[in-house]
């Protein structure tokens, strides 16, 4: 499996798993539940693709290329924190759902990983 394949098939497991969870999140907490997990979820694959094009990106260059990487991932967690903190200022999420979307990709890389492995023993 290359980059871009393990790439797709989390990003479009983890949107499957985030619209699966803003269900209940709708049930439990509304507009606001729902709004939440669903924008945690969006964050979370956004942030993933982000740090996966950097990452093969980053291989394929050069050392000055490289020498960069710190200042991008700072770039990127504050990228991270700002999306999140809109989300939360904004009052239209509850803080819980948009916990529960971010927790969607964790989940996927675990489930895509324990798949590869067994799929190699």
């Known amino acids: 499996m290359t980059p871009n394949d393990l790439t797709s098939r989390v ?15 709708a049930w439990l907490g509304g507009l606001d539940g729902a709004l939440g997990a669903a924008a945690g979820a ?15 990106g980053g291989l394929a260059a050069g050392s ?7 200042l991008a991932a700072v770039l990127r967690l504050a990228a991270l ?3 999140v903190g ?8 509850h803080p819980l759902a948009v916990v529960c979307g971010l927790s969607v990709l964790p989940v996927v890389v675990v489930a895509h990983g324990l798949r ?3 799929a190699e023993a």
């Open 81 to 83: 924190a700002a999306a």
């Open 64 to 70: 000055t290329a490289r020498a960069l990487w710190t």
């Open 11 to 25: 990003s479009r497991d983890a949107c499957v798993l985030g619209a699966a969870v803003a269900g209940p999140a």
């Open 86 to 93: 809109l989300v939360l200022v904004s009052g239209h999420a």
């Open 42 to 56: 969006v964050i979370a694959v956004g942030n993933f693709r982000w740090l996966a094009s950097r990452v093969t």
């Open 116 to 118: 590869g492995a067994r």
